[in-house]
């Protein structure tokens, strides 16, 4: 793979791991407080459903998680079996686009 | 030179098994973590037959491992950044230990209130 690419993907995965820092903190306080009572349905979509600043949050959330997971996973692919080439990048590519419409599907669901 | 297992044995390691192996397991999780939300797409009863069948013991248990290998990779990650972005000083020899100290105090937290 060209150099400009791999220093693309190296500063892709660098900073869609510092908006997931900020996302992943929120998150994992917002759970361990929401779980407190147990958790239902009507708390959860209470909170997200007609939340513009919630959705939003998701949004980033999971567009961060889709770039940032796909090149994990394509170092890993690469460096434990040793697999190169436009068959691992498109696999990459296609498992980005699939949390992100998966992700975002599931961000409409709870917002709407 | 190849290097053997007592070469690997040491904390900075073992540090980047555990963000690889999370990181890996995480990604495995959240086509699943993601489907589970869009049952909302069914309304409030369709979510809710979810989180009912989560009540079981073993979920539990298996969320709090989600809740550990997401507060691993976050402080392992955080680590790394500090590693890479910032000047070198003595403290980040320390942060290994920070990081599996939150880590763990994260999953205990989530553990107290979840049962």
């Not at chain 1, 009507?42 to 997200?48: D, K, V």
């Not at chain 1, 940032?68 to 296609?94: F, Q």
């Not at chain 2, 999780?29 to 939300?37: E, M, N, S, Y």
Request: glycine share 8%; hydrophobic share 60%; with cysteine.
């Amino acid at each position: 793979m060209y150099t400009r690419a791999q220093v693309l993907l190296w500063t892709a995965q660098r900073a869609s791991a510092v908006v997931l820092a900020v996302c992943v903190i929120i998150h994992l306080v917002t759970i361990i407080y929401a779980i407190r009572n147990g958790i239902t349905a009507a708390e959860i979509l209470g909170r997200t459903r007609g939340s513009y600043a919630w959705c939003g949050f998701y949004a980033i959330f999971v567009a961060a998680v889709a770039v940032h997971a796909p090149i994990g996973l394509r170092s890993v692919l690469a460096e434990t079996l040793n697999w190169r080439g436009a068959g691992l990048d498109l696999t990459v590519l296609a498992t980005g686009l699939a949390l992100a419409l998966w992700g975002f599907r599931a961000v409409y669901a709870v917002f709407v | 030179m190849k290097s053997d297992f007592r070469a690997r044995n040491h904390p900075a390691y073992w540090a980047f098994l555990a963000h690889r192996v999370s990181g890996v397991l995480l990604s495995l999780f959240l086509p699943l973590h993601f489907w589970a939300l869009g049952r909302a797409l069914q309304g409030e009863a369709g979510l809710d037959a979810f989180l009912r069948w989560s009540e079981q013991p073993l979920v539990k248990f298996a969320e709090t491992v989600l809740v550990l290998l997401l507060a691993a990779h976050l402080t392992g990650g955080l680590r790394l950044l500090a590693l890479e972005f910032l000047a070198w000083r003595d403290w980040h020899k320390s942060l290994l230990a920070l990081a599996a100290g939150v880590t763990l105090a994260a999953g205990l937290a989530f553990l107290l209130n979840v049962i």
